[in-house]
């Protein structure tokens, strides 16, 4: 089941648009259909150039050389899918985008980036392909001839909900796009998350129902308290994740803030406090949760 209305959480095209099979007998024009939904998938929604299409494997595809499978196989391990998102991105990058192009879905953990990030070392970018292309997940999941599809923002029975609500910080929407569309650029979204397996915030993307937090990115660099410092007895302390920081009653006035995105570390006793400050001052509360 979807975590709250898919129209807020920009998932309502996915859970609207059915599973894609190719099917023995299909029509030309539905084949097309197929490989239009294969190039979407595979290159996170990112525009191809005709120039750039895998000409060779498609025409075996539609002669029926190849199955569904093994054109996404085709498509991934080509000169385009290479320098657009393993030469061109960092390799924690590059391997959470293989899960969401591949599985559907982000790493659970540190232990599965680890495994990944070892087959490039030890056996290279193709066998990095075939091992999500090749695994028992994949074959339950899409077998031969479904097109992959999306997956992780549907709870699932063996899949730890840190993984779950990391998928809507690497799909921020139907019209989004992995090479330009992400607020993270070509920087893992992840990164220290999956490494101390910390849940995320889920926060609307753009064209949700507010269109307020969908550009909302954790500020590394920025100052934040320490944890506990300041707590009330009762020791809460609630991270306050601020987008969109503009200074309120002018239009186009500029912020006191150099960057957009601040987080904020505030015992319980002084929540409503920073509650008001944070709107006078003109930001937008993207999430407050407990720490």
Not at 57 to 81: C, I, M, N, T, W
Not at 184 to 198: A, D, H, M, Q
Not at 222 to 242: D, M
């Amino acid at each position: 089941m979807v975590f709250g209305p898919a129209s807020r959480l920009g998932v309502s095209l996915f859970e609207e648009t059915p599973p894609l099979e190719l099917i023995p007998g299909r029509s030309d024009e539905e084949v097309e259909t197929v490989i239009r939904a294969v190039y979407r998938q595979v290159l996170g929604n990112a525009y191809v150039m005709e120039s750039e299409r895998a000409s060779i494997p498609e025409s075996q595809f539609k002669r029926g050389e190849l199955s569904v499978r093994e054109f996404v196989r085709s498509l991934a391990k080509s000169d385009l899918y290479r320098s657009r998102f393993f030469e061109s991105c960092p390799r924690y990058r590059f391997i959470e985008l293989n899960f969401k192009h591949f599985l559907g879905r982000t790493p659970d953990g540190l232990e599965e980036m680890r495994a990944h990030s070892t087959i490039l070392d030890t056996q290279g970018f193709e066998a990095e392909i075939d091992s999500y292309l090749d695994s028992d997940e994949y074959q339950n999941a899409y077998g031969e001839y479904f097109v992959p599809y999306y997956r992780g923002y549907k709870t699932q029975p063996g899949r730890n909900m840190v993984g779950f609500t990391h998928m809507f910080a690497v799909l921020r929407g139907a019209s989004s796009s992995d090479l330009k569309g992400s607020v993270s650029g070509k920087e893992p979204v992840l990164g220290k998350y999956v490494i101390t397996e910390t849940p995320l915030a889920v926060i609307p993307p753009s064209g949700g129902s507010t269109g307020e937090g969908w550009s909302f990115q954790d500020p590394s660099i920025s100052p934040r308290t320490r944890l506990g410092v300041g707590a009330s007895e009762e020791g809460k302390v609630y991270r306050i994740e601020v987008t969109g920081y503009r200074s309120p009653g002018k239009v186009n006035r500029v912020s006191q803030f150099r960057r957009s995105n601040r987080v904020y570390l505030v015992p319980f006793n002084k929540l409503s406090q920073e509650y008001q400050r944070i709107h006078q001052q003109g930001g937008v509360i993207s999430s407050i949760t407990a720490v």
